[in-house]
């Protein structure tokens, strides 16, 4: 099984809304990843977390707020957010093996639109 | 830093044509390279890799080659199909702490 799963597909939400965007992943993959795109752009790198601890942080706004509750799944927390911030999300993972790496595996992402 | 380049600009071809896409990196160490391929609407699925000098990665008839001496990782495909028609990303990687660096992408729109 070579697949990141991550829900929902498609949300949209208002500027004064809470809400999560969920990742799984169930190859044993050490490290995972949030991404974000916008269209046409390569992606972005927002959050890493390696062996369930914050190994970066790009600078993102206080908005965006990860979670790893273990080695399996990622959450991406969103609260107040803008406009600007409507893109697709992406989650990977990869191998991350005694400082080793492997390639990333990306799931099908979370369309958002903040209105 | 590491980074990576991809030519500017959209490709557009007949079906059956030859597919080249240009990628060149700039790296302080000995990373992996990789093709990923992004369908509309979809995320990014891995298209091949190479992991060290003068590797040949290959799949679905794309072939890409790991060449230190021109610091490239061109990707090729003989003969394309309507259905190639999408976004094509260079990435090299790790590099600091397991980032990814990512080419800026080519649009390939395929032609019957």
């Known amino acids: 099984d070579t697949e990141v799963t991550q829900t929902p597909k498609h949300l949209v939400m208002g500027m004064t809304n809470k809400k999560s965007l969920k990742c799984e992943q169930h190859m044993g993959h050490r490290a995972m990843y949030w991404y974000k795109q916008k269209a046409k752009k390569p992606p972005e790198l927002m959050f890493v977390?390696?062996?369930?601890?914050?190994?970066i942080n790009e600078s993102v706004p206080s908005r965006f707020s990860p979670e790893c509750p273990n080695s399996s799944l990622l959450n991406l927390h969103l609260h107040a957010l803008q406009p600007e911030d409507s893109a697709l999300y992406l989650c990977?993972?990869?191998?991350?093996?005694?400082?080793?790496?492997?390639?990333?595996?990306f799931g099908q992402g979370t369309r958002l639109t903040v209105v | 830093g590491d980074s990576v380049t991809q030519m500017e600009g959209p490709v557009t071809l007949s079906e059956e044509a030859f597919l080249t896409i240009n990628c060149t990196y700039t790296?302080?160490?000995?990373?992996?390279l990789f093709w990923y391929v992004q369908y509309p609407g979809e995320g990014l699925q891995l298209l091949l890799k190479a992991t060290k000098a003068d590797d040949k990665g290959s799949n679905k008839g794309f072939e890409a080659t790991y060449r230190k001496e021109t610091t490239s990782f061109h990707l090729e495909k003989g003969s394309v199909q309507v259905s190639d028609s999408a976004v094509y990303f260079c990435a090299l990687g790790p590099y600091g702490n397991n980032r990814l660096a990512f080419g800026k992408g080519n649009q390939v729109v395929v032609i019957p």
């Open positions: 790296a302080t160490g000995y990373p992996s």
């Open positions: 990977a993972s990869s191998q991350d093996r005694d400082g080793g790496y492997t390639e990333a595996f």
């Open positions: 977390y390696s062996y369930e601890k914050l190994s």
